[in-house]
């Protein structure tokens, strides 16, 4: 159960980097933010902020099974 929610948390943020183009250089980002519309950023905005989220709460669900439940 640990691993599963380790994994789904680590694919989750990774997820939301790629989406919010965190891993992208300055260059790369600006050309990002002209060459596309309003409304397909506000997309790729919530998509990368739910799938944080769900990577944050996974990530906390593993910890407390890490500390609390494993010995």
Known sequence: ???FFLITGVVCIIISGLFIG???DGQQQRA???SESVN???FRTKIAFYAGI???VS???AALIYFFIVD
Do not use: E, V, Y
């Open 54 to 56: 769900a990577g944050g």
């Open 1 to 3: 159960m640990l691993q």
């Open 22 to 24: 965190a891993w992208t």
């Open 32 to 34: 990002n933010f002209h």
């Open 59 to 61: 990530l906390s669900i």
């Open 40 to 42: 397909h950023r506000n």
